[in-house]
Structure formats: structure tokens, C-alpha cells
């Protein structure tokens, strides 16, 4: 259905009312803002604009260049099929007319006429062929303009729909009723205005209002569809899967290690454990780069648990009993003891159970006043 034109006897207001009201006009621009400038714009002579059909194709990619951003693409309206209004394009309804679409051949995202970003790209080559219209558009990416970038990402994925507006120079009704001009045609020869990439918003929550309130185009509801559900698109919901190492994580492995440390001074380890904590010991010491504080060397090398000390007091006590036991020897001269001829008299004993002694009660004067 095209666009409302003016009536002879209307005035502006009155037009501009009906415009922003008709079906038509709200489907194809459905921001109030953009559909005010459009009716103003066939106020003003924009013939063409009233006269304008437009029918929404999603594109066949054959190449994606993301260094220059150019893509390789097929719009297949030109099969001869019906499409969703039940109309036909004839393949070669384009050809004649083409040239001139060539002269000023800009993409445009969805429809907006009023703003510089809107001119996403332009196309760089397009012909007709039976499978439809054979185009080359070159994005604008990385020039500063944010619908450019996000259109063509969109496009490299495969989720783009494109909208194409004619004037029909030459059509037929369907069902052969010449009478109704509301009929389904058959477009034997048109005349190319614009090409036009339906962009849907860089944001999750737009398009998800946009849903709400109802998207008539099957072909644009499929895409937003897509696009809600590629997770390559949205990072931020990665982001909010997976913490970041300087914040939350730090927190989690710092309560985590506090657990940790509470529930080995109360349980202490199994061999099992004791094995799974040597490793995690193992792997701090290599993140540190194997520099050990002087804390914790001298901690490791003296703490000992009450059961340790224990054994310690009793074997100092059994080396006293030893030198206390030992009677003192007659001397007699000294002789060179071979290997052979050693053996555990009382002599050898006291003089062991002495040094045994003195380093024990050493080292446990030492530890009492560090455990």
C-alpha cells in the first residue's frame, strides 16, 4: 500500500494528520518524529515518497571484507515469487531504470532522511540478475559513526534485512482487476529510489520494546530474534556471567582462603588433603616468583603443635635418666676403636645421651618462647 498523497481541497494540517495516522505510513516509519518529516517532505512535492512501495528482503552474504567493509551480498527480490503481500517483482523490473539509482546509489538506515549518521554506506557496485539484485555495499566503519559500525557487524553475522523503495513505472493486478487498484501486482518495470538497511537498535532493552509493541515484518521479528540471542553481540551479559579479576573474583578467592585457613586449623589434613594443599602451596609460591617472606620461612621452620613439644620433653627426660645412671669410668689409655670393635658401653652411652640431651633441651628453649 503506498504512502497517502495530498487531496486537491486539503489543507497542510489536515494532510499532515492523516499522514501521521495512516497504516502504511506508521509501518514503514514507525518513530513519530521520523514520520512527521517524512509526511512534511510529500507535503512539500515529495511525489516520489507518496508514490514509493517498499519491500523488505533479507540479504544472501557471499563475502564479508571487515578491513575495507564491503560486502558481498544478494538481495533476492527479482525470483518472480510471490512475496508476504502476495505481489511479484519481475526479475528484470530494475534493469532499465538502474542507472540512475547509480548516480546517487547511498545506503540508508532505516529510512531516516534527516540524519548524516543515517547514511551508512553507499554501494559500490549492484546489477540485476535472476536471483535478484547483485549489490556491493561499503560501510562507512570506523569513520566515527556508531550506526555505520553497528550495521555492518549486523550484516557481516547475516542478520540483515533491507528494505528496497520504487515508484512502479509499469504493473498489473494480479487477478486481473483492472478495477481495484488495491489488488496485488506484478511489477513489470520500477523505478529504484532507495535501499535501505532496517537496522534494529545496538541495545537490548529497545529492541526489546520494539517487540512489544509489535513487529509486522516476519523478516524483521526473525532477525531481532537472532540478534537478541547472539551472545557476541552483547559483551556486557559476559561481563555479568563472569566477575572481574580485580574486583568480585578477588573477593571470592580472599573469603574463600579464609574458609579455607579456618577449617585446617580446626580439622587439620588427611594425606589426601595434605597432598591437594602442598600443590596449592606449590602454585602461590610460582605466582610469588618463589620469594617466601622471612615470616613465614621462620614460622615453618619452629612451629610445632603440642603434641610435638611433648615428644620432645619426653626424650629429653629419658636422655637425663641415661646420664644420670651412667657411673663415671676408671680411666684407662686411650685406644683407637676400630669399627668392628664399637660397642654400646656405658662410656658411649652417656657421652650420646649427653649430646642427645643438650641439643634437645636447646632447641626446646628456643621453641617455648616462639610457639
Aim: charged fraction near 30%.
Amino acid at each position: 500500500m503506498p504512502l497517502p498523497k495530498p487531496n486537491e481541497d486539503e489543507s497542510k494540517d489536515d494532510f499532515i494528520s492523516r499522514c501521521m495516522s495512516n497504516g502504511q505510513a506508521v509501518e514503514d516509519f514507525p518513530d513519530n518524529d521520523q514520520r512527521l518529516a517524512v509526511c512534511h517532505d510529500i507535503w512539500e512535492g515529495g511525489k516520489q515518497m507518496a508514490d514509493m512501495v517498499k519491500k523488505t528482503f533479507r540479504v544472501d552474504i557471499k563475502e564479508v571484507d571487515a578491513e575495507n567493509g564491503t560486502i558481498n551480498m544478494v538481495i533476492p527480490m527479482s525470483t518472480g515469487s510471490v512475496d508476504r503481500d502476495g505481489e511479484i517483482i519481475e526479475p528484470n523490473a530494475f534493469k532499465r531504470t538502474l542507472p540512475k539509482f547509480r548516480k546517487r546509489p547511498i545506503l540508508l538506515s532505516s529510512h531516516d532522511y534527516r540524519s548524516l549518521q543515517s547514511q551508512i554506506g553507499e554501494f559500490t557496485k549492484i546489477k540485476v540478475a535472476d536471483e535478484g539484485l547483485m549489490a556491493m555495499p561499503k560501510y562507512y566503519v570506523n569513520e566515527g559513526n556508531p550506526e555505520a559500525d553497528w550495521a555492518f557487524k549486523l550484516a557481516s553475522k547475516g542478520m540483515a534485512a533491507f528494505s528496497v523503495g520504487f515508484i512502479p513505472i509499469k504493473s498489473e493486478p494480479m487477478n486481473g482487476d483492472n478495477d481495484n487498484f488495491m489488488s496485488p501486482q506484478k511489477f513489470t518495470e520500477v523505478e529504484l529510489l532507495e535501499i535501505s538497511q532496517v537496522v534494529v537498535p545496538s541495545n537490548r532493552d529497545a529492541i526489546q520494546s520494539m517487540k512489544s509493541k509489535g513487529i509486522d515484518d516476519p523478516v524483521v521479528g526473525a532477525i531481532a530474534d537472532e540478534v537478541l540471542a547472539d551472545e557476541e553481540l552483547w559483551p556486557e551479559k559476559i561481563e555479568e556471567v563472569i566477575p572481574s579479576p580485580s574486583a568480585n573474583s578477588q573477593n571470592s578467592i580472599s573469603d574463600e582462603l579464609d574458609y579455607i585457613s579456618k577449617a585446617i586449623e580446626e580439622d587439620g589434613l588427611n594425606e589426601e588433603s595434605l597432598e591437594i594443599a602442598l600443590k596449592l602451596a606449590d602454585e602461590i609460591l610460582r605466582l610469588a616468583g618463589n620469594d617466601i617472606p622471612d615470616y613465614i620461612v621462620e614460622k615453618v621452620s619452629v612451629v610445632l603443635n603440642q603434641k610435638n613439644k611433648k615428644r620432645l620433653e619426653q626424650i629429653l627426660d629419658l636422655a637425663q635418666g641415661v646420664i644420670n645412671s651412667a657411673e663415671e669410668p676408671e680411666k684407662e689409655e686411650e685406644t683407637v676403636v676400630e669399627p668392628n670393635d664399637f660397642e654400646m658401653t656405658p662410656e658411649v652411652l652417656r657421652v650420646l645421651a649427653e649430646m642427645v640431651g643438650t641439643s634437645v633441651k636447646s632447641e626446646l628453649d628456643r621453641l617455648r618462647g616462639k610457639v
